[in-house]
């Protein structure tokens, strides 16, 4: 139960992140809705193909979908003043990100996945939604590009990995993966931290 | 064999924006040719992974691969005289889409899909191959940005969906669903009728 | 053991080509580690959702994660110089292609896809790693405009399904077609072929 709303927190956050992009870009009230579904779900839609799990979970319990639509038409709706919550939506999107990639390696790891495909499987549950937002608005995805994003994914998902390996019930795993993941992006972004660019 | 005809007039029409787009954005002929046929087919292909189809229909019957081929280059060769069929293209994909809609409505109920999954998966099919084209040609999606595209399919998969609940058999409800879905992209285009765009 | 060899030199062209693509976008170090890994493995991994093998191949066995990261990582570091050796990654890039190629045609074919399937599976699991990272990077796939690179691999593709059903051994085929595939792109680039474009 605390699991499904911490779950829900992440969509709707990831959600609101990809409308207020897409209002940025002039989509209409439509393109608005598909953007934030797109951006809160297919991350674990991707997860799902590469763990043949069909059709997808976010496809079969609505309630995932419902979160994402009505979060993204009270984006559509209260636009310009939604837009001042841009910092908030940040926080929230860094708790999401942690529960997606912890969660993304639990579901990878209960599928049989090996330790290896349920680590690249985590982070691209983490970040799959935001590159499939940018791609669609035409941008180089902003999770590759500053403030270290895919690598709390990864470090998160590694934690559940390693964590499992050593005997941690699969839900306490998850806990310390996710607190790592979201610190860490947290910290990236009051620090201003970026990785390093090549010369 | 009535379906097979009007699934590939849709297939035809799909790759002839494709490889029209393509042609616009100076690709060589097999860049228009992978164009066309990613924008005739892309949708079905998206439609048959989420269900776990594989492979992909479009992969293993020739006859949609051959109608998107030889259209996309019956449009390479007919070039600037083909452009100025653009609105018969426009009127040819409404009935496309609404075709491919409640397809894939129809397909994702077959396979065992949820209610819910079906109407996204409809959608998905109808709009899927157009994304695709705008994405690979580094375009927002036209059919997130104007005209009431993604609204209609969902409407037409929607159709599928509550008159196959509601008694109705597959084809009949079908039948109805595509026609509400190209009609109303139909009246969207003569009127220019726009989904609102935020503030 | 030789198969795997000319398969991990394949993988680590590619992901040279990705990583400098993304050193070239201004990409932090783990943005340009996942798009070499993106560009070295996406290939297969749409080969392997479009024949229903999940989790795919790339994310089971970690030797091809491994030489794609250490590839990406050498990019990262060794930039101005590594540059310089763009034209010796276009002749790899070239030899991973056909590999590729075949590797897709003959996966495919053992996977029961029917020729048709196998043919186009082989031509999209060589250039689906080219595709996704020009997508990622906001360009118009390379691979789709110029210089017969899609051609080649389809050529490659074909023989293996020919050959096969010729009665050839698939590795026997598979020479045939990688030398091919390789050839005619090795050609193209030596001698500037371009496919045509519409007038």
């Known amino acids: 139960m605390l699991l499904l709303v911490l779950e829900l927190v992440g969509v709707t956050a990831f959600a609101a992140s990809g409308a207020l992009a897409a209002v940025r870009a002039r989509l209409d009230i439509?393109?608005?809705?598909?953007?934030?579904?797109?951006?809160?779900?297919?991350?674990?839609?991707?997860?799902d193909l590469l763990l043949g799990i069909t059709p997808?979970?976010?496809?079969?319990d609505g309630r995932y979908l419902a979160a994402a639509l009505v979060t993204s038409l009270?984006?559509?709706?209260?636009?310009?003043?939604?837009?001042?919550?841009?910092?908030?939506?940040?926080?929230?999107?860094?708790?999401?990100?942690?529960l997606f990639a912890t969660g993304g390696a639990t579901t990878a790891l209960a599928a049989g996945g090996s330790a290896l495909a349920a680590c690249i499987i985590g982070m691209t549950t983490a970040i799959g939604g935001g590159v499939l937002r940018d791609v669609l608005?035409?941008?180089i995805p902003t999770v590759l590009r500053m403030?270290?994003?895919?690598?709390?994914a990864l470090a998160g998902s590694v934690v559940v990995v390693a964590g499992t390996a050593a005997g941690l019930r699969p839900g306490v795993a998850s806990v310390f993966?996710?607190?790592?993941?979201?610190?860490?992006?947290?910290?990236?972004?009051r620090r201003g931290w970026n990785a390093p660019l090549a010369r």
């Open 137 to 139: 608005l035409r941008e």
């Open 56 to 60: 997808p979970t976010a496809l079969t």
């Open 74 to 98: 009270l984006v559509f709706r209260f636009n310009p003043g939604v837009a001042r919550l841009r910092r908030s939506v940040l926080v929230l999107d860094a708790a999401g990100m942690g």
């Open 177 to 189: 993966g996710a607190l790592l993941a979201t610190g860490l992006r947290g910290v990236a972004l």
């Open 30 to 47: 439509f393109g608005v809705c598909v953007l934030g579904a797109t951006t809160a779900l297919g991350g674990g839609v991707l997860r």
């Open 147 to 152: 403030e270290i994003y895919a690598l709390a």
